[in-house]
């Protein structure tokens, strides 16, 4: 596709969710192009963030966590979503929206995962609870248990309704966790 074509698919997606409104969830490299859409939210892994943010490293003596917590009002700036969700392999995902505290959801450590689709469950998943009216926190939980279940397969794999209800159950306690305290 070209750039023409391109910056015309953003057009019509603008126009559709400003006269239609929907959840609309964005997973993109270019996300910056997205900003004048009205998404719900956008999922950029960690190395798709530092594009973002116009860093190509890590500062010193800084944690990806929390630069990106530092940076997280620039990140929906720079995007125009109402919640980002930044996922960071293993160490799970921070998720954060416009008027609410930052969330971490944690990966599960698994012996030889196989992260092939992790990134595209996640985003599935969380569309879907957000779209079915979830939470934000509950809907990175939700997405989180679902990159989980694949990543724990082999190969190229899917995450079904009932692993992810049985899944879910079994980790209840371990969701009733508060939001993310920012210093």
């Known amino acids: 596709m070209n750039c023409a074509n391109a910056q015309k698919g953003v057009w019509a ?72 969700a930044v996922t960071l392999d293993s160490d799970g995902a921070l998720i954060f929206a416009q008027g609410n505290s930052p969330y971490r959801t944690f ?11 992790a990134g595209d469950t996640f985003i599935s998943a969380l569309s879907l609870a957000l779209a079915s009216g ?21 190969g190229t794999a899917t995450c079904s309704f009932a692993e992810l209800q049985q899944h879910l159950s079994s980790n209840l306690n371990r969701m009733k966790k508060t939001p993310l305290e920012v210093a």
Request: aromatic share 4%; proline share 4%.
């Open 107 to 117: 990966a599960q450590p698994i012996n030889h995962a196989n992260v092939t689709g």
């Open 13 to 84: 997606i603008a126009n559709l969710q400003q006269n239609f409104p929907k959840t609309l969830v964005i997973d993109s490299k270019n996300l910056a192009a997205y900003r004048k859409v009205g998404a719900t939210a956008v999922k950029p892994n960690y190395q798709e963030t530092m594009r973002l943010l116009g860093e190509s490293e890590l500062p010193e003596n800084q944690s990806r966590i929390s630069y990106i917590l530092q940076n997280r009002k620039q990140i929906l700036d720079i995007t125009g979503a109402k919640i980002a």
């Open 134 to 154: 979830n939470a934000v926190n509950l809907a990175a939980e939700i997405a989180s248990m679902a990159a989980a279940i694949v990543v724990a397969k082999q």
